[in-house]
């Protein structure tokens, strides 16, 4: 069964450094997301990307973030300088399309641990 | 404004114990969908459910039930005769018309003892 793959499954960096964070959508999906979930807290909407440009975005999205589909497969989340704050799981999903129909179903991959020290 | 609220935190069961977890949403859309997601203990977010808000027919797939009911905004989630193996955390979501996000509750961490 297709999946959302995502890499690393955790990162640790120092307060200041960028991170990317990898994630291959499944195939056949033109909607892709990224979420964040702090520890033990909800999982929060950060961004979603459709025909290569974002389509909507939080407030937590903001300047220090990016994201980019640098080739067929892969969508990447930046963070330029890290914070003590950006210390989350991340999550990456997607969906088959039709943007803001809100019946997408979005499919998570298992997500990546950043820890920020 | 769009909201999910998952007023139980924590349940603890007993093996075979059925349990019902909680949700509540509000929006002011008529068009919108409502999810329950599973996240194990590994971290990961599990799909189990999406319901449209034109379709209040009760859902039933093997253990899981699902009740939606407008009236009182819920869409709650009943797992018969627990196992070990569902311990995790449930979340409920909600998606509207225009929007691309989810919008999820707090979560219901749910414990099963053997």
């Known amino acids: 069964e297709p999946e959302v793959t995502q890499t690393p499954s955790h990162q640790v960096t120092q307060m200041g450094q960028e991170v990317i964070l990898r994630c291959v959508p499944i195939?056949?999906?033109?909607?892709f997301y990224w979420y964040r979930q702090i520890l033990g807290q909800k999982v929060e909407f950060l961004v979603s990307?459709?025909?290569?440009?974002?389509?909507?975005k939080s407030e937590i999205f903001d300047d220090q973030f990016s994201v980019e589909r640098p080739d067929g497969s892969n969508f990447t989340l930046k963070i330029r300088s890290t914070k003590l704050e950006d210390s989350a799981m991340y999550f990456c999903?997607?969906?088959?399309?039709?943007?803001?129909?809100?019946?997408?179903?979005?499919?998570f991959g298992p997500g990546t641990r950043l820890l920020v020290l | 404004a769009q909201k999910v609220t998952q007023a139980q935190t924590e349940i603890s069961v007993v093996e075979k114990e059925d349990v019902t977890l909680d949700c509540v949403y509000e929006?002011?859309?008529?068009?919108?969908?409502l999810f329950w997601y599973k996240q194990p203990p590994s971290g990961e977010l599990v799909f189990l459910i999406r319901r449209n808000s034109f379709d209040e027919q009760n859902e039933i797939s093997g253990r899981y039930s699902w009740n939606f009911q407008k009236s009182t905004s819920s869409f709650n989630f009943t797992i018969t005769a627990s196992q070990v193996v569902d311990s995790a955390v449930y979340f409920c979501a909600l998606s509207a018309y225009n929007t691309d996000k989810l919008i999820f509750g707090t979560g219901t961490r749910l414990q099963v003892f053997p």
């Open positions: 195939s056949n999906h033109l909607y």
């Open positions: 999903a997607s969906s088959e399309g039709l943007p803001k129909t809100a019946q997408e179903t979005q499919y």
């Open positions: 990307f459709y025909n290569n440009e974002i389509s909507e």
């Open positions: 929006t002011r859309d008529t068009t919108y969908y």
